[in-house]
């Protein structure tokens, strides 16, 4: 009894301290749900997370949400609202869908509270990418910092040795693959070469087989010509551009396994000398040639312009939007936050937006993973290009969350520094000479458009995923393709063009 009283007496005490007691010594708690990934991680004990403690005063909880079936992970962090933390970082139109939990951000804002969000985000065109259908802001944005991401890349080394000239046209591509197959490059006698070879990717496994139709002046999905939204898969623009998939894929010039194919397995093809050219992000030609570093293999891996269709369009469209919408790194407030983390979350976006905090993440402490030359370029140190325990570099970073999933704000000096002179001349090449066409932006629905599209998009999205993949390997003729289109518009199509258009109009301003 008596201990119960000195417990009571205890409590007593501590509840009679002044408040500002606990503020001023306890640090506010932020928790943030984001993914982890295997070769990004973010996660508690990571030397970032730890800095940006100690820098800003307050504490971090990360909730990591390994990328396995992320979806799904997500749906149910959203059904229990007792769950959901200060901040969760994912892709633009998944926190849309719950628009009504997150803070808006309008107000906090500002060039006074938060100068570097404030910079960016004062501009009209940038406040479009993280705006609802009302145009509230709700989230920050994974800002980029070079738009052009993935390009093609192919062995020049066996050009040269088959002595064939560089394609730059789709049907100049489909005979300079012929040669690669029949011309035997790798030496071995045998017709084993696989001229085009990409790893599945992403929701999307076709995303790196697919912006080859850019060429033709469409997109799989959604795109708008002269403010019209199209349908790509429907258009008859797409029935040529799959026939030339088909041609290549049925003449096996195309990976047959690009549906499936790991990043090891499209690796090992690499290093067995069997692929010629591929599609992935910018510094997959520095890592497929690394692949070669210590054999005495020829190889020499070159960037390439995307190829010109049969109107002379020369694009890929699948690039980096001034705001990554559809990554997983845009953050919001949950709605349920206190007045006091949502200031500390806010204080934490901003400092990611500033210089010193672009440094931190995109390059980490100076003298230790990052220094600066006589021209004030900065450059990574050995620890993180040679590192010492056979990391690669991109590895090397992370492993202190360093360019991992809180990177909010990409650096230029990041994106050079981290490449070879060719991925720079390959990326400035298609950023300088028109070779990146429109990106269809994420629209914000209301909810009776997104109810719409629930119900009529989410059959379409499965059944042309399906059709695409079985006119490419052949499985279905071409013949059947206006059957298709048919099929397609009688499931609603539509409808959702309608929907996409109304929003589209209201992002554009229309
Ligand atoms: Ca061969």
Same mark, same amino acid.
């Given at each position: ?47 970032? $997370? ?68 404030? &910079? ?29 991401? &993935? ?14 000239? %560089? ?13 690669? &197959? ?125 190829? %010109?269709?049969?109107?002379? $369009? ?32 806010? &204080? ?104 719409? $599209? ?57």
């Amino acid at each position: 009894m008596k201990k119960l009283v000195r417990i009571l007496c205890l409590v007593l005490a501590l509840s009679l301290m002044p408040l500002a007691f606990a503020s001023a010594d306890d640090p506010v708690t932020i928790s943030i749900w984001a993914s982890d990934r295997e070769n990004m991680p973010m996660r508690n004990g990571l030397m970032t $997370i730890n800095m940006l403690q100690d820098i800003l005063g307050i504490k971090i909880d990360v909730q990591s949400a390994p990328t396995e079936s992320l979806d799904e992970k997500y749906g149910l962090l959203m059904s229990d609202p007792a769950s959901i933390p200060t901040i969760v970082q994912y892709k633009a139109n998944k926190l849309l869908q719950y628009k009504e939990a997150w803070m808006i951000l309008d107000d906090y804002i500002n060039e006074t509270d938060t100068p570097n969000l404030w &910079k960016v985000y004062s501009d009209p065109v940038i406040r479009r990418y993280v705006s609802d259908s009302e145009g509230h802001i709700r989230f920050i944005g994974q800002r980029t910092a070079i738009t052009c991401g &993935k390009l093609w890349f192919y062995r020049q080394d066996w050009l040269d040795k088959l002595q064939l000239k %560089a394609p730059t046209t789709m049907e100049e591509l489909y005979e300079t693959f012929l040669a690669i &197959k029949q011309g035997d490059p790798n030496g071995n006698g045998e017709a084993d070469e696989i001229p085009f070879s990409v790893r599945k990717q992403g929701s999307n496994n076709r995303a790196n087989l697919m912006p080859f139709v850019n060429s033709w002046g469409i997109e799989e999905t959604f795109f708008a010509e002269d403010d019209v939204v199209k349908f790509g898969a429907v258009d008859a623009r797409m029935k040529d551009a799959l026939a030339w998939l088909n041609k290549c894929y049925e003449a096996g010039l195309i990976d047959s396994e690009y549906l499936t194919l790991s990043k090891q397995d499209w690796y090992s093809r690499w290093t067995n000398e069997q692929v010629f050219m591929s599609y992935d992000w910018s510094a997959y030609i520095d890592n497929v040639g690394n692949l070669f570093k210590d054999t005495d293999s020829p190889v020499h891996i070159v960037g390439t312009a995307p190829m %010109a269709g049969p109107t002379g $369009i020369a694009q890929t469209r699948d690039q980096l939007q001034p705001i990554t919408v559809d990554e997983d790194w845009n953050a919001a407030i949950y709605v349920g936050a206190s007045e006091e983390q949502v200031k500390a979350a806010m &204080k934490l976006f901003d400092y990611l937006y500033s210089e010193e905090g672009m440094l931190l993440l995109n390059f980490g402490v100076k003298g230790e993973h990052y220094d600066v030359d006589e021209n004030g370029n900065l450059y990574y140190t050995e620890l993180i290009m040679h590192n010492p325990d056979g990391l690669s570099a991109q590895d090397a970073l992370r492993q202190y969350g360093i360019q991992s999933m809180l990177t909010l704000l990409q650096d230029a000096r990041y994106e050079r520094a981290f490449v070879s002179d060719e991925v720079n001349r390959t990326r400035d090449l298609y950023e300088q000479e028109g070779h990146i066409g429109p990106a269809f932006p994420t629209l914000a629905f209301t909810d009776e458009e997104r109810d719409i $599209i629930n119900e009529k998009y989410t059959d379409i999205e499965t059944y042309v995923n399906e059709t695409l993949d079985k006119f490419i390997m052949g499985r279905e003729s071409l013949d059947g393709f206006d059957a298709f289109v048919e099929q397609v518009n009688g499931m609603g199509l539509p409808e959702v063009l309608k929907v996409y258009q109304d929003a589209y109009n209201r992002y554009m301003g229309l």
